[in-house]
């Protein structure tokens, strides 16, 4: 490290044209790159849908949608969401 020292100061345009180089090459490097910057991620989601017909929308969410819901959260790593968002 110390030889390479004694070379940039005894030959400064040595030493700016070994620096432009790794610009360069960096530079070069970055640009060929390969990564994509909004990459499709498939996230793993379920849906239910619950109906009883003739019943109104308070009864089939008492009765049936928080049940159910209940039932499928005791899965680890799960939440519900709720309907509209």
């Known amino acids: 490290m110390q030889k390479l020292a004694e070379i940039c100061i005894r030959r400064p345009v040595f030493a700016a044209m070994l ?8 530079g070069t490097s970055y ?7 909004f990459p499709s991620v498939d996230l793993p989601t379920v849906s239910i849908r619950t109906l ?3 019943a109104s929308t308070e009864e089939v969410e008492t009765g ?7 039932a499928v ?5 799960t939440r519900s969401t709720p309907r509209g968002r």
Do not use: F
């Open 19 to 26: 620096i432009l180089a790794l610009v360069v090459v960096g």
């Open 31 to 37: 640009l060929r790159l390969g990564v994509d910057r």
């Open 52 to 54: 009883l017909p003739g």
């Open 64 to 70: 049936i949608s928080r049940r159910l819901e209940e």
């Open 73 to 77: 959260n005791t899965g680890e790593g």
